[in-house]
């Protein structure tokens, strides 16, 4: 029996943790649950599930929870510094990060110096700070367990192997909503298309990044330091049918990948049960309806994302965290119609020059550079907001 905290608990990855939890009331026990401000579902799954504490980090729904909670044996938390606290408790066995975003980082880095297993769906934190969490991972002999599709699939192909024989690895890209679309369509786009994804059902800002490609930039640079690779070992190939999840190559030449229907629920499952593969009954790949993978080239030029958070990943320092911070606002901006599809890549760009580089920046240095991203981005947003009119 292994018990779980679940941070971001009401967000998709969370919601499909809890039914994998579900199906294997055996093997998994909810310990924590936590969201930011969707108390009512908190309350709703904390009723179901009964966890030993809930975390709500938005302090002005503390009351809600704490009152709808009063007559079960829940603890309840309120603020960021809580969620910090109860990834360390003894009673915790595997802390699963699926907060969005930079907001996921702090808790990541207090399980993680706690010893703890985690199963980590939040890839900003190693994008902002990949070389200080895995740092500090070793140092405290802490697991770090992807729950991403992609790096779910290098990290299956790699049980058993030598690491240093791997020549390099390759992440698939489904190509997202506008696979094949130039910039002349591109401008005009909107929020709502930019949300339906062909193949995944996934929450509103990871959409939005893998329909700019920018999902698969920062898997790039994730991938850099959950597998001590180097920039080099590093491609991408888009491969719109997202049945190969992605690819190992190694010296000898040969090439391991793991395949898969489109389904989260299946990283979770691995990641939460293992070294156990979990039998379940969740629909298997019929090659005969997926008889034609195809695979090419990502669009750079269109997609121009992917390619400013290469040159993130190979500049190092400070620039992933600054690449994040500006992702992160203008696509909250986006989503509510006020900066365009393509301009997006501009303003990240304008943000990498705008704030200072650090080559070896420490906690607080990410923390100030993301700030400062932040800003500037904001900045720019306002500036294309007031042009649109």
């Known amino acids: 029996m292994k018990r779980i ?68 044996p829940i603890k309840v938390f309120a603020g960021e510094r809580s969620l910090d606290d109860v990834v360390q408790w003894e009673s915790v066995d595997v802390v699963l990060g699926a907060i969005v ?29 990949g070389e200080l969490v895995m740092r500090r991972a070793a140092a405290k002999n802490a ?68 329909a700019t490609l920018m999902n698969k930039g920062l898997e790039m640079i994730e991938a850099k330091w959950l597998f001590g690779l180097r920039d080099e070992q590093i491609d991408v190939i888009v491969h719109p049918q997202s049945i190969i999840h992605s690819m190992v190559q190694f010296t000898d030449g040969s090439v391991k990948s793991q395949m898969g229907l489109p389904d989260m629920k299946l990283p979770i499952q691995y990641a939460l049960g293992f070294p156990q593969r979990i039998a379940n ?61 393509m301009e997006m890549s501009d303003m990240i760009e304008k943000t990498l020059e705008s704030v200072p580089f650090i080559a070896n920046p420490e906690m607080d240095d990410h923390r100030k550079s993301d700030a400062e991203a932040r800003e500037y981005a904001l900045e720019y947003a306002k500036k294309s907001q007031l042009s649109m009119y």
Not at 111 to 129: F, I, P, Q, R, Y
Not at 162 to 181: C, M, N
Not at 321 to 326: I, S
Request: hydrophobic share 45%.
């Open 5 to 72: 905290a679940i941070l971001g608990s009401t967000g998709s990855i969370g919601t499909q943790a809890l039914e994998v939890v579900a199906a294997n009331p055996a093997l998994f026990q909810v310990e924590v649950l936590s969201a930011h401000r969707n108390s009512a579902l908190l309350i709703e799954q904390a009723r179901k599930f009964k966890p030993n504490a809930v975390v709500v980090t938005d302090e002005s729904r503390y009351k809600e929870v704490k009152d709808a909670l009063m007559m079960l």
């Open 101 to 129: 975003g930079f907001a996921g980082l702090n808790s990541t880095l207090a399980a993680v110096d706690a010893g703890k297993t985690v199963a980590l769906a939040n890839k900003e934190t190693l994008v902002v700070a």
């Open 143 to 210: 697991a770090i367990i992807p729950v991403d599709s992609e790096h779910s699939a290098i990290f299956q192909c790699l049980v058993g192997e030598d690491t240093t024989a791997v020549e390099k690895v390759i992440l698939t890209a489904s190509g997202g909503p506008f696979l094949g679309r130039k910039p002349n369509y591109l401008v005009n786009v909107k929020a709502s298309h930019a949300l339906q994804h062909p193949n995944w059902s996934m929450g509103a800002k990871i959409s939005i990044d893998s």
């Open 281 to 341: 009954n969740y629909k298997r790949v019929d090659f005969r309806e997926h008889s034609k993978l195809t695979f090419e080239l990502p669009d750079l030029k269109t997609f121009r994302n992917l390619a400013i958070a290469k040159e993130a990943m190979i500049r190092g320092g400070n620039a992933p965290c600054v690449l994040n911070a500006a992702n992160e606002v203008l696509v909250h901006a986006f989503l509510q119609n006020k900066v365009g599809f």
